[in-house]
């Protein structure tokens, strides 16, 4: 678009729906891992965060970098619950195009990192290619 506040416009309601799929997928996976009653209380904090707000009214890229991670972790844990060669293969791929949107190392380092830590090197070595 030519208009400045049509351009404006769209990437506030790209980051609003960014925003409501990562706290959607923060709420799914604070439930399966601790509790319903801490996975509620936990989004609506994480949506009536200061940041989130901040985030919310300016078009920036923060708003898909905090998606990234909720996604990532969210992969991660779908995976470790049962790991198969195709779920790597397309997971790490999904992290992989995220990260081209963001440049979020600390994310890759993590899950290298759980590589080392739980000795799966060949899964490690086909989520780095």
Not at 2 to 21: C, D, K, R
Not at 44 to 73: C, D, K, M, R, Y
Not at 85 to 91: E, G, R
């Amino acid at each position: 678009s030519n208009s400045y506040s049509m351009t404006f416009v769209a990437g506030l309601l790209v980051n609003f729906a960014l925003f409501f799929f990562t706290v959607y997928l923060f709420y799914l996976l604070v439930k399966k891992l601790i509790s319903f009653r801490v996975a509620l209380l936990s989004s609506v904090l994480l949506i009536f965060s200061p940041l989130a707000h901040i985030w919310l009214i300016q078009p920036e890229t923060n708003i898909f970098g905090i998606f990234t991670v909720i996604l990532s972790l969210y992969l991660l844990y779908h995976y470790a619950q049962k790991p198969s060669l195709k779920k790597l293969v397309i997971f790490s791929l999904v992290v992989g195009l995220l990260m081209l949107g963001k440049k979020l190392l600390a994310m890759g380092i993590f899950i290298l990192l759980l590589v080392f830590l739980f000795k799966r090197f060949k899964e490690g070595i086909v989520f780095f290619v």
